[in-house]
């Protein structure tokens, strides 16, 4: 599986962007894939997932303002951001991985496979 992030920027703080993740491969449905997320200086996070029963999850920093979202169709999820803050500002990965393990999901080992990341920078 090969993954493209794309769709950051600057945005102030209350804005809104949509991040996508492009996924190449046949069997991505199947897939759990995640979003992270790596400030300077800090270790990189768990931001949100969705699971191949699309099954969401998300981290409680970003709940009720972010969505994840899957089109099969474009072998695309996304990553819905609203009322961002300036503690959002981070580097912002794509990553999918076979596994579907709840208690596993929201770590950086699970994930095998990882896109490049999209610098997305709240300011105030």
């Known amino acids: 599986v090969q993954l493209q992030a794309s769709g950051g920027g600057l945005v102030q703080a209350g804005g809104s962007l949509r991040l996508s993740c492009a996924a190449s491969?046949?069997?991505?449905?199947?897939?759990?894939v995640g979003w992270f997320r790596q400030a300077p200086g800090k270790e990189r996070e768990f931001v949100a997932a969705?699971?191949?029963?699309?099954?969401?999850y998300y981290a409680d920093s970003v709940k009720g303002r972010f969505t994840i979202s899957r089109d099969i169709a474009k072998n695309t999820v996304y990553l819905q951001m609203y009322s961002l803050k300036p503690e959002d500002t981070a580097v912002y990965y794509c990553?999918?991985?076979?596994?579907?393990?709840?208690?596993?999901?929201?770590?950086?080992?699970?994930?095998?496979?990882w896109g490049q990341g999209t610098q997305v920078t709240v300011s105030s």
């Open positions: 491969g046949r069997a991505f449905r199947s897939y759990t």
């Open positions: 990553a999918a991985t076979r596994t579907s393990i709840m208690t596993t999901i929201a770590t950086v080992s699970a994930y095998a496979y």
């Open positions: 969705i699971r191949w029963n699309d099954n969401t």
